[in-house]
Structures are given as structure tokens and as C-alpha cells.
């Protein structure tokens, strides 16, 4: 089970059975839309009706907990230390030993209960032919002719404290361009399309801005394709990781020993304060005025991005 805007993580992949999509949104709506309501009932109950043996929760919530037991499986694990009192809905809890361990490590927990943990961690994330020769063209239509170098940029992301200020972002993809030559293609969800657009107006260099204008399985072929990557904490950032792009991510509030680039710590760009990190999700509860980001300079990420040797 998965978000829907996550399924194509997974879609194609010849180890799985099956996906079963958990549209987010829409059941967020419970309680407040009768149909939205009625229509999470259904999903529940046909949930129960698929009789599954074992159920892993790997998210932790009371939400991803509510739905393991609703699944109405006999062994339902989950993890010990899980929040919103996610624990209640399990009967087999594993035990984190250390709450910075990073998220990689954390799921990988599973793998002694099951009996795998001597397999390495591997990422192994296909790219689809059929992405690739759309992200191509969409590349060509915007002028950058095909096998060209490029630096994908995210602008965007989810939490406005995880935002670092658009004009840094515009000022250093300006000295990127200007010193390395590189076309910069801006990515990101429909709903950043705004963000890469003043970023986009606030920068001198060539721009290609297709924020909001590719699928998830385009992004991980648009960034496959890339010569780099500069992303903020996001979802695309841990594609660029798995992908093995060379990369620089920018954290402020959150902690990259914990949700950082997975085995790849030198690629972090971030200032080392003692606020940081917060997990604040608004800028108006931080008392340092967003020092974190607000203070993390273009001219040092730009330097590290040209430290990439690309």
C-alpha cells in the first residue's frame, strides 16, 4: 500500500504482485465530505476482505497504524517507537536503539524479524524507456539538444521552513551557470510551479523551467539523465540518492543523519547551528528568524555544487 503520488515508484516493478493506492487527499476529507467518507468506508472494508496473513508498518503514524489492524491480519508489525500512538494497533514491535538512526536503517530493522538482514542495502530504482524518451523531447522542445549535460534544480518543497529563499536559489544557479556553462532544468510539483517561476525570473542564467509538467516516473528518467542535482530535503533529492547522481541537498530544520542522502553525507550543504535541527514546520514558530537557511549563502552552495566536478 502506498500514496497515490507515490505509485509510480513502484509501477512495473516484477517483485510485486500488487500495488493498492491510499489516495491521501481524498480520505483526508473524512468526517467533512459524506461521499469522501463513504468512500474510505468501502476502502477499509474491502481492505479487510483481502484477508492478508502479515502486514508491515513502515510509516508509523496512527493513520498507516489504523489501517494495519484494519487489514484484520494476525501479525501486524510495526515500530516500537512509532508516534500518534501508532504502537496500540500492533502485536509485534520492533525496537529502534537509537532515535537519529537514518530512515534507511530504521525500515532495514524489519529485515532481522524476517530473516534477510544479512542482504546489504541496494537501491535499485528502473527507469522507464517510455519516461526517458518523453523527458527527451520535452528537454528538445525547450531548446537543449539531445545527450546535453544539465543541473536539475528543485525549488520546492513541502514545509516552508525546509524553503531555501528563492532569490538565493536564483543568484546561485546564476554563478553555476555563468561558471560551468551548465544548462539548469527546474523541476518540481504543480503546486511549485510558482516558486520556479521566481526563481526562475530572479536569474540570469538559461533556464529550462518544467516545474509541474512531469510525472514521477519522468522525474526519476529527467534526473537519471542529469550531469547533477541540486535539491532541497525532498522526495526527488532521495531519487537523485538512489540514482547515485552526483549531488549537493540543502537542510536547515531537519537532520541529515536521519532523513539526509543515505551513505552519502559529504553532499549536504547546511549550517551547523545549535537550533538546528528544529523539525519546525513554519517559519513564524522559529524564534532565530529562519536563520538556518536565510544565512546559508548562494556563493557556498554554488562552490559546492562546482566542487561536484561537473
Wanted: net charge positive; with cysteine; proline share 7%.
Amino acid at each position: 500500500m502506498v500514496a497515490s503520488s507515490c505509485a509510480g515508484l513502484l509501477e512495473g516493478r516484477p517483485d510485486l504482485d500488487e500495488i493498492i493506492r491510499f489516495d491521501r487527499k481524498r480520505y483526508g476529507l473524512l468526517g467533512r465530505n459524506p461521499l469522501a467518507s463513504w468512500e474510505f468506508i468501502t476502502f477499509v472494508r474491502d481492505l479487510h476482505a483481502r484477508k492478508f496473513d502479515l502486514v508491515l508498518d513502515l510509516q508509523g503514524l496512527f493513520r498507516s497504524g489504523f489501517l494495519t489492524l484494519m487489514t484484520g491480519a494476525r501479525t501486524r508489525v510495526g515500530f516500537a517507537n512509532a508516534r500518534e500512538l501508532a504502537t496500540i494497533f500492533y502485536n509485534h514491535r520492533v525496537p529502534v536503539p537509537n532515535p537519529e538512526i537514518h530512515a534507511v536503517k530504521r525500515n532495514y530493522l524489519f529485515s532481522r524479524l524476517l530473516g534477510f538482514d544479512d542482504i546489504p542495502i541496494a537501491f535499485n530504482l528502473p527507469i522507464r524507456p517510455d519516461a526517458r524518451e518523453s523527458v527527451r523531447q520535452l528537454l528538445a522542445d525547450h531548446g537543449l539538444s539531445p545527450n546535453s549535460n544539465y543541473l536539475v534544480v528543485g525549488p520546492g518543497t513541502r514545509w516552508e521552513t525546509k524553503q531555501w529563499p528563492t532569490e538565493h536559489f536564483s543568484a546561485a544557479i546564476t554563478r553555476i551557470h555563468r561558471e560551468l556553462s551548465l544548462p539548469i532544468v527546474l523541476t518540481g510539483m504543480p503546486e511549485e510551479r510558482e516558486i520556479a517561476d521566481r526563481v526562475a525570473t530572479g536569474s540570469s542564467a538559461g533556464i529550462i523551467n518544467i516545474a509541474g509538467k512531469t510525472s514521477l516516473p519522468q522525474m526519476i528518467a529527467l534526473i537519471a539523465d542529469a550531469r547533477a542535482v541540486l535539491m532541497h530535503d525532498s522526495g526527488p533529492m532521495h531519487l537523485a540518492t538512489a540514482l547515485g547522481k552526483p549531488m549537493v541537498a540543502i537542510y536547515g530544520p531537519t537532520s541529515p543523519a536521519r532523513t539526509g542522502p543515505y551513505g552519502r553525507a559529504d553532499t549536504v550543504a547546511r549550517l551547523d547551528l545549535p537550533c538546528s535541527p528544529c523539525y519546525l514546520k513554519k517559519i513564524s514558530e522559529c524564534p532565530h528568524g529562519h536563520r538556518c537557511l536565510r544565512e546559508l549563502s548562494p556563493d557556498t552552495v554554488a562552490a559546492q555544487v562546482q566542487q561536484l566536478s561537473v
